[in-house]
């Protein structure tokens, strides 16, 4: 499956699907501390997503998507992904504009549930859509580009 090392345990799709792995985590510890009626467990919980994913989505917007909307069949794909981008940070700010005061946690609780449920769908599109497509299409040359990336990334925080 991976043509670059060798090992698809080592490529960044697998490093993106890891991450995919722990927003699924996370958003689970906020829909249980909703279902516990505890909200600063699910807000905490949220905040802890929210770290991962601004970062996962950075990499894929700077680093994956790029080179995958230079392929003619997939540049639909990825403006629809990045799209999605959009509308989950959107919903994030909703969330913050969200006035205290008597209804705050059901209307909180109610955005969060509709944006993690977003998120599931978005990671599913990704993890059966996408990332097979960029096994498939990209070379050894992007997938350096993209370890690159990442690791000036992590030297310096996007
Ligand atoms: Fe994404
Ligand atoms: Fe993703």
Same mark, same amino acid.
């Given at each position: #499956? ?8 080592? &490529?960044?799709? @697998? ?16 829909? @249980?501390? +909703?279902?516990?009626? =505890? +909200?600063?467990?699910?807000? &905490?919980?949220? @905040? ?33 992904? $990045?799209? $999605? ?7 994030? =700010? ?11 946690? $059901?209307?909180?609780? =109610? ?7 977003? +998120?599931? $769908? ?5 993890? !059966?859509?996408? !990332?097979?497509?960029?096994? %498939? &299409? ?5 997938? =350096?580009?993209?370890? %690159?990336?990442?690791?000036? %990334?992590?030297? #310096?925080? &996007?």
């Amino acid at each position: #499956m991976c043509d670059h090392c060798g090992c698809r345990d080592l &490529t960044p799709v @697998r490093r993106l699907m890891d991450e995919h792995d722990r927003l699924r985590e996370l958003s689970d510890v906020v829909r @249980r501390a +909703l279902a516990a009626d =505890d +909200l600063p467990r699910a807000q &905490t919980g949220f @905040r802890m997503l929210l770290e991962v994913l601004g970062p996962h989505v950075a990499k894929e917007e700077k680093a994956l998507f790029p080179r995958l909307a230079e392929v003619a069949e997939l540049a639909d794909h990825v403006a629809v992904l $990045e799209g $999605e981008h959009a509308d989950l940070f959107d919903a994030v =700010d909703r969330l913050d504009d969200l006035a205290g005061g008597s209804g705050f946690a $059901e209307q909180w609780a =109610d955005g969060v549930q509709r944006a993690l449920h977003e +998120l599931d $769908e978005h990671m599913f599109k990704e993890d !059966f859509g996408l !990332f097979p497509a960029a096994l %498939a &299409t990209l070379d050894g040359a992007d997938w =350096d580009a993209i370890d %690159a990336w990442e690791g000036a %990334a992590r030297v #310096m925080p &996007t």
